[in-house]
């Protein structure tokens, strides 16, 4: 049974109890209801997931149209621009962004080689 020190009035009360009991202020250190950072990263998981999407279909032997090209290379560049700007907004997950943005970028050079054999 933890006590802790009432933020209201320093009385003690269970570390549970959402509110004082004596003065009735509430306990936001007891009560993690919403996660630290409302900046959510999903910006940077976006990118990495496009960019893991872009490299494997890379390693696709299929042939390449002209609509595959074009839209993996849009995928690509949304990923890199959803990237960047994780990045830029300095965003949680910025490993996730920087790796999206890489991959992005090596799908998109391979894609202007693959367009322009
Ligand atoms: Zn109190």
């Given amino acids: 049974m933890a006590m802790v020190?009432?933020?209201?009035?320093?009385?003690q009360l269970h570390e549970t109890a959402p509110t004082c009991p004596q003065c009735?202020?509430?306990?936001?250190?007891v009560s993690p209801t919403k996660p630290a950072s409302d900046d959510s990263s999903w910006m940077a998981v976006v990118s990495l997931i496009l960019g893991i999407l872009c490299v494997l279909a890379l390693f696709d032997d299929?042939?390449?149209d002209a609509d595959?090209?074009?839209?993996?290379g849009l995928f690509a560049m949304t990923g890199m621009l959803l990237g960047i700007v994780?990045?830029?907004?300095?965003k949680p997950g910025n490993g996730m962004a920087i790796a999206?943005?890489?991959m992005t970028?090596?799908?998109l050079?391979?894609?202007t080689g693959l367009s322009a054999s």
């Fill in 105 to 107: 970028a090596i799908s």
């Fill in 5 to 11: 020190y009432c933020r209201g009035c320093a009385r």
């Fill in 24 to 29: 009735g202020a509430p306990q936001h250190a």
């Fill in 100 to 102: 999206g943005v890489a």
């Fill in 86 to 90: 994780s990045i830029c907004q300095k």
């Fill in 109 to 111: 050079l391979c894609l």
């Fill in 62 to 64: 299929s042939d390449w």
């Fill in 68 to 72: 595959a090209l074009l839209g993996t």
